[in-house]
């Protein structure tokens, strides 16, 4: 959508260093960037790039604005003024309301005129589906399941029974919700299912990545708040609650029952244990497992990072002697007694 950058200034917030009436109509990076495109800076490392860039403007910090050959959208945080602008350029393709002919749509489910289902989409027995969503092909909605208003499944999204989602929600594709969760009883016959229940409820502004899992209650309800960001391929387990806009990395596990607080952020291949409590603000880094409560805020993380193979097998070496080091000081100390 193309718009000058006096208008970009005015409804963004951005003070504007150059020409009034530049137009431009999408985004790029830096370093691809043409004469009709708007692109950030936010990254030193990148100031070759900057300073190179062919970019009809780009969006800076004040201290920056020197630096930029083009037009500069001055901002403090240029990274979320550049979210806000690249999605107003960008807008989403205007849903054709209405239902595919390949849809199956039980009689007793509720579909809002304003809404649109792609082919091949199932929706179930007393499922409603709110205002101006977009209901992507191959996607199931359960029976009773509730999906809010203005809500995007991008397709082939499983939504199993009975949950319920707010509004402004965002599933890619493959992602499941409600599915049940790992609930076996172990007897000397072998293992015993135990039923699931509870229920799941995902609240406004969420986003779920492809092919990510999120269980529903084994009895209470599993509880996913509003705003959180979920990354591909990432498994929330039974009874979870994750707080307001809390942002998880791909690849994280979150074991059942666990409570972890708003504005937490979780690291790539990270997650925790079950029935643990984590407070608000707490950062967990990459491969990093929280296997107790956190009570404070802060950075926390586990593991090692890569290295050559040589200094691990010492490392690991080492470590594997440990027991032997701890047996000798013990009796060194028994002996200085």
Same mark, same amino acid.
């Given at each position: ?20 009436? *530049? ?28 300073? $190179? ?130 609930? $076996? ?22 986003? *779920? ?66 029935? *643990? ?16 409560? *956190? ?43």
């Amino acid at each position: 959508m193309a718009t000058s950058l006096g208008e970009i200034a005015e409804t963004f917030g951005c003070t504007l260093k150059g020409d009034a009436g *530049i137009v431009v109509d999408s985004v790029a990076s830096l370093a691809s960037a043409a004469d009709n495109q708007l692109s950030f800076y936010s990254n030193t490392a990148l100031q070759p790039l900057l300073e $190179n860039t062919a970019a009809a403007a780009v969006i800076v910090r004040p201290n920056d604005a020197d630096h930029c050959p083009a037009a500069a959208l001055i901002h403090d945080d240029p990274y979320a003024c550049y979210a806000r602008i690249a999605a107003a350029l960008h807008p989403p393709a205007p849903l054709a309301s209405g239902t595919h002919s390949s849809a199956v749509v039980d009689t007793q489910a509720t579909v809002a005129e304003s809404s649109e289902l792609a082919a091949n989409v199932v929706v179930g027995r007393n499922a409603r589906i709110g205002e101006r969503c977009y209901i992507g092909p191959g996607t199931v909605v359960g029976n009773d399941a509730i999906i809010g208003d203005d809500c995007r499944l991008v397709a082939n999204v499983t939504v199993a029974h009975g949950v319920s989602i707010g509004r402004r929600v965002i599933l890619h594709p493959g992602a499941v919700v409600g599915s049940d969760g790992f609930g $076996n009883a172990q007897t000397a016959e072998g293992w015993v299912k135990v039923p699931q229940v509870g229920g799941l409820q995902i609240g406004d502004d969420v986003e *779920i990545g492809a092919n990510s899992t999120i269980d529903r209650g084994a009895m209470d309800d599993t509880i996913i708040g509003r705003g959180v960001r979920i990354d591909n391929l990432v498994q929330i387990a039974h009874n979870v609650q994750i707080g307001d806009h809390t942002a998880i990395a791909a690849q994280c596990g979150f074991a059942g029952s666990a409570v972890i607080g708003q504005r937490c952020m979780f690291a790539g291949h990270s997650g925790t244990v079950g029935h *643990i409590t984590v407070c608000d603000d707490v950062v967990v880094m990459g491969k990093g497992v929280l296997t107790k409560d *956190i009570s404070e805020p802060g950075v926390y993380s586990a593991l090692f990072p890569a290295e050559p193979i040589r200094d691990w097998n010492r490392k690991a070496a080492r470590f594997r002697r440990l027991d032997s080091l701890q047996q000798r000081v013990s009796e060194l100390e028994k002996k200085g007694q």
